[in-house]
Protein backbone atom coordinates (compact mmCIF):
# COMPACT_ATOMS: atom_id res chain seq x y z
CA UNK A 1 0.00 0.00 0.00
CA UNK A 2 1.78 3.18 -0.85
CA UNK A 3 -0.38 6.64 0.06
CA UNK A 4 1.24 10.10 -1.00
CA UNK A 5 -0.02 11.74 2.54
CA UNK A 6 -0.29 10.20 6.45
CA UNK A 7 -4.03 8.52 7.17
CA UNK A 8 -5.78 7.56 10.11
CA UNK A 9 -6.57 4.18 10.63
CA UNK A 10 -9.58 3.21 13.28
CA UNK A 11 -10.06 -1.02 14.29
CA UNK A 12 -11.54 -3.40 16.89
CA UNK A 13 -9.03 -4.93 18.92
CA UNK A 14 -9.26 -8.15 20.59
CA UNK A 15 -11.62 -6.58 23.18
CA UNK A 16 -13.97 -5.07 21.69
CA UNK A 17 -12.80 -1.30 21.47
CA UNK A 18 -12.11 0.92 19.55
CA UNK A 19 -8.53 2.25 18.33
CA UNK A 20 -6.12 4.44 16.12
CA UNK A 21 -3.15 4.84 14.22
CA UNK A 22 -1.46 7.12 12.24
CA UNK A 23 0.21 5.63 8.99
CA UNK A 24 2.78 7.83 7.40
CA UNK A 25 3.22 8.08 3.60
CA UNK A 26 5.95 5.34 4.28
CA UNK A 27 3.64 3.51 5.88
CA UNK A 28 5.17 3.66 9.51
CA UNK A 29 2.93 3.76 12.47
CA UNK A 30 4.10 6.62 13.59
CA UNK A 31 1.27 7.39 16.44
CA UNK A 32 -1.21 5.42 18.05
CA UNK A 33 -4.25 5.59 20.93
CA UNK A 34 -2.15 4.04 23.66
CA UNK A 35 -5.62 3.36 25.04
CA UNK A 36 -9.30 1.73 23.88
CA UNK A 37 -12.61 3.21 23.05
CA UNK A 38 -15.94 1.42 24.12
CA UNK A 39 -17.41 4.22 21.33
CA UNK A 40 -16.42 4.66 18.24
CA UNK A 41 -17.09 8.26 18.17
CA UNK A 42 -15.22 8.45 21.08
CA UNK A 43 -12.42 7.50 18.77
CA UNK A 44 -13.10 9.90 16.17
CA UNK A 45 -13.27 12.55 19.17
CA UNK A 46 -9.43 11.57 20.38
CA UNK A 47 -8.19 11.76 16.33
CA UNK A 48 -9.70 15.33 16.04
CA UNK A 49 -8.16 16.23 18.86
CA UNK A 50 -4.62 14.79 17.77
CA UNK A 51 -5.40 16.51 14.39
CA UNK A 52 -6.40 20.09 15.66
CA UNK A 53 -2.90 19.78 16.92
CA UNK A 54 -1.20 19.52 13.72
CA UNK A 55 -0.36 23.57 13.56
CA UNK A 56 1.73 23.19 16.75
CA UNK A 57 4.94 25.07 16.89
CA UNK A 58 7.82 22.80 16.70
CA UNK A 59 11.71 24.14 18.60
CA UNK A 60 15.02 23.10 18.86
CA UNK A 61 16.15 22.92 21.65
Not at 29 to 47: F, P, T, V
Amino acid sequence: MTTSASAYYIYRDANHHWRWYLLAANNRKIANSGEGYHNKADCLWAINLVKGTSQSPVYEV
